[in-house]
Every structure is written in C-alpha cells, then in structure tokens.
C-alpha cells in the first residue's frame, strides 16, 4: 500500500540587508528565536563548534491546532552566506519525511530569501492539511524577519573548507570484499543450519545497503562510510571467529551473550532463540561496536580535516538502511519467527508506525543509535586528550 502524501512549499522574502548579515538570522537558533513562531533549541553544535555547521542538532517545538509538535532536525548541508538545509530526523509517527532549504541572494543592498520546505505523511489528507497552517506560520514569521533583520549590518562569518573525499576507488573496492566475506559467512552458517546465520544475514543486507547509499549519493561524506564499513566488519567477525574456536582468544562479553542465547539449549523454542540472538547481536553492535568503531574511524582519518561532530548528519539520515536491511531479512524468516503482533502490523500498518510498534516493544534503535554516536565523541575525546587507543 502506497501511503506517501508529499507536500511542498515555497516561501519568498525581500530583506534589507546583504545576505551576510541575514544568515545568522536564519540559522542561528538564538536569533531564529526573534522572529520564528516555532521555538527552536540547539542540542549540540556542528563542525567547527557552529550552530551553522554541518552535523548541528536542533529541536523545533511547532505550535498547531491539534497540539504541540515536537521535531528534532540535523543540519545536512551549509554554504554560508548563500545556503543551509536541514532535514527532519526524528517527530511524529506519520511524518516520513521533511526537508528545508533556504537559499540567500544578493539583490542589490538586499536579500532575496528563498525557503523550500518538503515534507510527506504516511496518511492521506494529513500533508495538506498540516501544510496550510505551516505557510500560514511561516509566512507570519517571514515577515517579521523581514522587519527585524532590516538594515542588520554583515556578520562576520567564515567559509569552511570544502569537503573532498579520498582514496574512493581502493575504499569502495576493500567494502566489496567484506560484503562478499559477510555473504560467504551468511551462506555457510545456514548451510549448516547454525541460528546464528540470521544475525550474519541481516549484517550482510546492512552493508549492502549502506553501499548502495554511497553509490547512490545518498551521503555527504563517503569516504566516511567506506571506512566504517570493515571497521564494524572486523568487530563481528573477530568476535564470532573467536567464539567458534577459529580464532585465538577471547569472544567479547556482548558477543558471547548474543551468540550463547541462540545457541542455548532448554526449553526455548529454536524461534525464540533466533530471535532473541538477533537483538542481543543488534544491541552488542550498537552499543558497543558502533561508538569505538565511530571514535577509532575519526581519530585515525579525519581529525585534521573536520569535528567528529560533522558527521552526525549523515549517520542520522542513514537510519533507513536498518528498516530496509530488517524488512529484507523479515521477508525471508518463517512465520513462526515473526511474532505475530509484527506480522499484523507488517500487514495493516505504514512503516513508520511499524517503527515506533517495533521500537516500544523490543528494542528502540532511533535512540540507541543516537545515543552511540554521542558516546563515540566522548570515547574519541578521551583518547585523542590522553593519547591513548579507544576504550
């Protein structure tokens, strides 16, 4: 069933004053705060330490008819004085998706001021409706920006660097010798009728689609993501390697839980213990893997070149590769390892309530991914002050 409802808006405002001293008006959230009829907090700071930076984390509290709205949004792309977008990446169950892009113009001694504001609900009417009181809101606060930012003298505002990635020919070549290494390990552990295979599969599908975003352009920074890509691979593999006796030492702790209750013997039935294995193996990933895989990738390749803080952006847009990697692998599994709340839901529910089903009931990646990425900054902090390897 097809429930997308886009809807897309195009605001204009001519303001007296050169776009220089107009682009903290509309990017700055404390100055945003002086015109905007939708309160507007910084949570965290972007590249450079900027409220303007690529990677800043902000929370709009929309006012409207039926309720207060809340909606947390990432700075995708900024070029100041001239262009900022932002994206929508956590709000309301039926929102699916929301973009803005403001662009600045010389006109003279003024602004021209384009805002294109796109967004889609997974219900019929609820775009067209929330789209009328949204023009009508902003329209109200443009034109008290207008009066406001008249005659505002340029801020100062440095140019970032532009970003260029590296090495993508070798880095794209290396992921697809991991994808095919996790294709290999999938395919023998399911041969052998191992539980575990599962787990291996839907990390397969995980990496085929974060691929397929780089090749798609669906990322800023690639080269960001090629990198991640063995770092998290060799985590899993090390791991499992490990934990069947191929490899020397020790499986890590969150490992060896997930990788023992598939195993576990009992009276658990053999579809409980796959899918009890399957979110112990996400939480050991997400948990523990992805922050030092994210401080270790950063400190090695990317300190002297931008804030760990830039890439939040495109780890928060990345979300949709888990819902695709899981819808994949929900497809293959057999019915009576789908519980069968979920099946209901898969059958009568838009994915996104999907989500917030699944999230409430077992495990809410959203905000244990978000929560990893915060705990990779402090981890790459840690080390990068003490000189010392992440831990």
């Known amino acids: 069933m097809d429930y997308a409802r886009r809807v897309e808006l195009q605001l204009r405002a001519r303001i007296a004053a050169p776009p220089a001293a107009v682009w903290p008006f509309v990017t700055d959230p404390a100055r945003m705060n002086e015109w905007s009829r939708a309160p507007i907090k910084l949570l965290a700071a972007g590249d450079g330490d900027g409220v303007d930076?690529?990677?800043?984390?902000?929370?709009?509290?929309?006012?409207?008819?039926?309720?207060?709205?809340?909606?947390?949004?990432?700075?995708?792309?900024?070029?100041?004085?001239?262009?900022?977008?932002?994206?929508?990446?956590?709000?309301?169950?039926?929102?699916?998706?929301?973009?803005?892009?403001?662009?600045?113009?010389?006109?003279?001694?003024?602004?021209?001021?384009?805002?294109?504001?796109?967004?889609?609900?997974?219900?019929?009417?609820?775009?067209?409706?929330?789209?009328?009181?949204?023009?009508?809101?902003?329209?109200?606060?443009?034109?008290?920006?207008?009066?406001?930012?008249?005659?505002?003298?340029?801020?100062?505002?440095?140019?970032?660097?532009?970003?260029?990635?590296?090495?993508?020919?070798?880095?794209?070549?290396?992921?697809?010798?991991?994808?095919?290494?996790?294709?290999?390990?999938?395919?023998?552990?399911?041969?052998?009728?191992?539980?575990?295979?599962?787990?291996?599969?839907?990390?397969?599908?995980?990496?085929?689609?974060?691929?397929?975003?780089?090749?798609?352009?669906?990322?800023?920074?690639?080269?960001?993501?090629?990198?991640?890509?063995?770092?998290f691979h060799a985590y899993y593999a090390g791991n499992l390697a490990r934990w069947r006796g191929l490899a020397p030492g020790a499986c890590e702790s969150q490992w060896a839980e997930a990788f023992g209750f598939a195993e576990s013997s009992g009276p658990r039935p053999p579809a409980q213990k796959v899918v009890g294995g399957l979110l112990l193996g996400v939480r050991a990933h997400i948990e523990e893997d992805l922050p030092r895989a994210l401080a270790e990738v950063w400190l090695e390749h990317f300190t002297a070149r931008c804030d760990y803080a830039r890439f939040r952006a495109d780890y928060l847009l990345m979300a949709p590769v888990f819902r695709t990697a899981a819808d994949r692998l929900l497809d293959q599994m057999p019915r009576d390892m789908v519980p069968a709340w979920l099946r209901l839901a898969r059958r009568t529910l838009p994915p996104e309530l999907q989500d917030a089903l699944t999230n409430r009931r077992s495990y809410d990646v959203p905000r244990r991914r978000l929560e990893a990425f915060e705990r990779g900054r402090r981890l790459a902090t840690w080390a990068r002050e003490r000189g010392a390897p992440v831990r």
């Open 53 to 231: 930076s690529v990677g800043a984390y902000r929370r709009v509290d929309v006012r409207s008819r039926t309720g207060p709205v809340r909606l947390f949004e990432v700075v995708e792309h900024s070029e100041p004085p001239a262009r900022f977008v932002y994206r929508v990446v956590r709000g309301p169950g039926l929102l699916r998706y929301h973009r803005g892009e403001q662009r600045l113009r010389a006109d003279g001694d003024a602004t021209e001021l384009t805002w294109d504001v796109r967004f889609e609900f997974a219900a019929p009417g609820v775009g067209a409706l929330v789209g009328r009181e949204l023009r009508t809101q902003l329209e109200a606060s443009l034109e008290t920006l207008a009066r406001l930012a008249a005659g505002a003298v340029p801020a100062v505002i440095a140019t970032p660097p532009a970003w260029t990635d590296r090495d993508l020919p070798h880095l794209r070549a290396a992921a697809d010798v991991i994808l095919g290494e996790q294709r290999a390990l999938a395919d023998e552990l399911f041969a052998d009728a191992d539980p575990k295979a599962w787990f291996a599969r839907v990390y397969q599908y995980v990496t085929e689609a974060q691929l397929a975003l780089v090749d798609e352009g669906g990322v800023s920074h690639r080269e960001w993501v090629l990198r991640l890509v063995p770092r």
